[in-house]
């Protein structure tokens, strides 16, 4: 009987090869069968792999017969070779390759996806492919997950005592969100260490995060304990910040081995470059490398990519300007910290959006004035004094919790602000602000929008440069 | 096609409520989902007085809803199902149960009417939902078995939403599934080792957000990532995957996950007005996949959805999340502070 429903699935799936439940009843007769013969199975799937490429419910059915079957991942991925071979476009074969690939040869604390020894030969069995056919865009995102570097674990970026309120209480940023109990976070202050943590963002995990210390007592230093290396990190308060790892702050671990092998690909995609300068793929492969590789030595270049991009491929026009705007971001706040200033200048850089605020929670004063900014989220901003953010186009502001906020002076004349709870939401108030300026915004139309705002802004002092 | 044919669009979801052809019998079950589609897309169309008798239609749905009176004690298979084609009356045979889509779509239609919930079985509701978590995080569709994937998460989670209660689900195995099925583009698939595709990206996006997780789940590699992935479906329209047919019903998939992920603002929204308007159906109305296949309810409703999203003029604004229209919403957040003020639900095991 589980013969016939064999073939009465094939029949179904004759008619529709993408039907979820006769794909579903055909696993259930394989699993039932005394004796299923897996072997039939594979080049069923084989048939219809042929018939389409792409069906996804067909390479799944494969995975499940070649486990029933007993075949190795080994065995499978020549099989992926064999299917790149024939036809490079094929998306599904690509990610079939990712899979098995990261199940062979994982990566091993390095930055690259898989194993280093691997990796070689990856790069140019796909460089092979995207090179033959620079317009298909199958090989270019596997390309661009190969180059794409793993970002280091979380550590602590900064850790800054807040001034104002009754209690001492401090605020730690983190490179990457986590949740302070799974990094065992903790404030030491001499006498006691506190683990109770409140997020800015409210979220169960995040980068920036915020104790109190008991009344009386001096915080002293944070502490975190790495999830992957176990290794941990103490960082004293209001003291100097971390050393860097070597990627910088904002890049990949790249071994000497990987790196030259990502310098070579570069001067390849380079190559390729000149004789297809109107593709697009390559010009944003050769950005990824050069960020990932020495974003500082290749500043120039990676600006000029972009820009190109911007003409190349117009309907993501917006997401390369946010992109440009994320790299001018990295670039001031790396020059920032070598610096050691705590003012942070990002006025008159076309930026659309804001990135890193995490790397920003040191900074007493942030200033973003003649940009194309969006929206302005300044959350994790807990320690900063002073943001100015005048002539850009934000139709929304968030502001960290009140009783997490330290702002004194915010400025945003000349915005795109429409009503009070584009700036204030649902929440509030913010005791801590002092000065205001929302001159120039078409909220300024809204009648009694000035009672309105010194009711959420109970220590206002002065109001679009008027004393109260 | 240079207008969108909001009149024939609205006769062709009137025509889906009064009789559905032949060739849709074998989505018998599903035929909460077919109504779905309908009503809420005679809502979006601000048509929704093309619906006569909206009681007998809140009435109809109820009917499809497996209460604890009558699941005898095993709340497992309680919620809706898709129609009476597997009801089975009292006692319930092995075979009639819910299904998590039609759960949701249920709900979602009874809100579109203006129905307060006040009739669904909540308790139930939330023990029937328990019962099709997996191990690993996912759902199943319905206690019957057959597939688990990211579709049934979404339900899972709207659901929840909905009832504004949680208790119903594993919110951190649901968050880990979702995450292990990010791929190496950083497009979502259906389930880990699956290829990420446009539909299961949006069940994906819309389940964290719906949880409040979205910001906090992804780094900001992999939100930005995704972004790319989902800006790369588009050519005029929107695909679902790299290197396939532009689709109408991928206008909502890929156009709501770009807005739950704030990146909307990307998307060239002249372009892909032209592709859906090029997929209407001039004669029967409706849109089909893509232009000349033939319209179908699934791809009316979501070329329409994704079209509001585009602030398509005359289509009311949705949840991008939900996939309902504000006004819908606002009868959800009713109920919901009324269920605030009774004593709480919580999902009995």
Redesign the interface.
């Known amino acids: 009987m589980l013969k016939s429903d064999l073939q009465f699935t094939e029949q179904c799936l004759g008619v529709n090869p993408k039907s979820?439940?006769a794909w579903?009843h055909r696993c259930w007769v394989m699993e039932n069968m005394p004796c299923p013969d897996w072997e039939a199975e594979i080049q069923l799937c084989d048939r219809y792999l042929k018939l389409d490429g792409?069906n996804?419910h067909c390479?799944?059915y494969r995975?499940f017969v070649v486990a029933g079957a007993g075949r190795s991942a080994a065995d499978e991925l020549a099989s992926a070779d064999r299917l790149i071979e024939t036809n490079f476009?094929n998306?599904?074969s690509w990610?079939y390759r990712?899979?098995l690939l990261?199940q062979l040869f994982p990566a091993s604390g390095t930055a690259t996806?898989i194993r280093e020894d691997k990796y070689l030969h990856e790069l140019e069995l796909v460089q092979n492919a995207a090179f033959t056919d620079p317009s298909?865009?199958?090989p270019w995102?596997?390309h661009?997950?190969l180059l794409?570097g793993r970002?280091p674990a979380a550590s602590i970026l900064s850790c800054s005592v807040l001034r104002g309120g009754q209690m001492a209480r401090v605020a730690v940023a983190l490179s990457?969100?986590a949740r302070p109990a799974d990094v065992g976070l903790t404030l030491e202050t001499g006498e006691s260490r506190v683990t109770e943590w409140a997020s800015p963002?409210g979220?169960?995990?995040?980068t920036v995060w915020v104790a109190a210390a008991p009344a009386g007592s001096t915080p002293t230093a944070v502490v975190m304990t790495s999830s992957e290396s176990g290794a941990e990190q103490r960082l004293a308060c209001n003291g100097p910040p971390p050393a860097l790892p070597s990627g910088g702050a904002f890049g990949s671990d790249t071994s000497a081995a990987a790196g030259s092998l990502l310098n070579q690909e570069l001067d390849n995609i380079w190559q390729l470059g000149e004789m297809e300068p109107d593709n697009k793929w390559v010009l944003l492969s050769s950005v990824v490398l050069m960020w990932a590789l020495d974003p500082r030595q290749h500043h120039d270049k990676i600006l000029e990519a972009v820009d190109e991009l911007m003409k190349l491929d117009s309907?993501?026009?917006?997401?390369y300007r946010?992109l440009r705007s994320?790299f001018i971001i990295e670039r001031k706040l790396e020059s920032v910290r070598e610096s050691g200033l705590i003012e942070l200048d990002l006025s008159c850089c076309h930026l659309t959006a804001i990135?890193?605020t995490n790397h920003m929670v040191a900074m007493t004063t942030l200033d973003a004035d003649n940009n194309q900014l969006?929206a302005l989220d300044l959350r994790h901003l807990v320690a900063t004094e002073r943001v100015t953010a005048k002539a850009n186009r934000v139709r929304r502001v968030s502001l960290p919790p009140g009783e997490l906020c330290c702002l004194r002076r915010l400025a945003l004349n000349d915005n795109d602000l429409r009503e009070v709870s584009d700036l204030v939401g649902e929440d509030g108030p913010w005791p801590s602000v002092e000065e205001l300026s929302v001159t120039g915004n078409p909220v300024c139309e809204v009648p009694g929008y000035e009672e309105q705002l010194k009711e959420r802004f109970p220590g206002l002092k002065m109001l679009n440069g008027k004393a109260l | 096609m240079m207008e969108f044919l909001h009149k024939r669009h609205a006769r062709y979801f009137k025509f889906c409520m009064d009789s559905i052809p032949g060739e849709y019998t074998s989505l018998d079950t599903s035929r909460m989902t077919l109504l779905f589609y309908a009503v809420s897309g005679l809502d979006l169309l601000g048509q929704l007085d093309l619906v006569q008798d909206k009681q007998s239609v809140i009435e109809w749905v109820y009917r499809q809803q497996i209460t604890s009176e009558l699941c005898d004690g095993d709340l497992s298979r309680a919620g809706f199902r898709g129609s009476p084609a597997n009801s089975s009356g009292a006692p319930l045979n092995q075979w009639d149960c819910s299904h998590v889509t039609m759960t949701y779509t249920a709900l979602a239609t009874l809100l579109v009417l203006g129905d307060d919930l006040s009739r669904v079985d909540r308790a139930a509701l939330l023990s029937g939902l328990r019962a099709l978590q997996l191990p690993g995080g996912s759902f199943l569709s319905s206690l019957h078995g057959g597939e688990s994937d990211m579709r049934f998460v979404y339900c899972a989670a709207a659901v929840s939403y909905m009832l504004d209660d949680w208790s119903g689900m594993d919110r951190e195995k649901t968050r880990e599934y979702v995450l292990r099925s990010m791929r190496y583009d950083h497009g979502i698939s259906q389930g880990p080792l699956l290829e990420s595709h446009g539909g299961s990206t949006f069940c994906a996006v819309a389940t964290l957000a719906l949880m409040g997780e979205l910001e906090s789940a992804l780094t900001e590699q992999q939100r930005d990532g995704l972004v790319f992935w989902c800006l790369s479906r588009q050519g005029v329209g929107f695909n679902g995957r790299p290197n396939k047919q532009e689709d109408s019903c991928y206008t909502f998939w890929i156009g709501a996950s770009l807005r739950l992920l704030d990146a909307y603002q990307f998307v060239r929204t002249d372009l892909l007005r032209e592709f859906v308007y090029s997929a209407q159906d001039p004669i029967t109305g409706g849109l089909s996949k893509w232009p000349g296949h033939g319209a179908d309810p699934l791809h009316t409703y979501l070329g329409i959805s994704g079209l509001s999203l585009a602030g398509q003029e005359g289509l009311k604004p949705i949840h991008a999340a939900l996939n309902v229209s504000a006004d819908a919403v606002e009868v959800l957040r009713r109920a919901q502070a009324r269920w605030r003020d009774l004593p709480p639900v919580k999902a009995v095991d």
């Open positions: 979820y439940c579903h792409r996804f390479w799944d995975r476009s998306y599904s990610h990712s899979h990261s996806p298909d865009q199958a995102f596997y661009r997950w794409q970002r990457r969100p963002t979220e169960s995990s995040g309907l993501r026009r917006g997401y946010d994320r990135y890193h969006r």
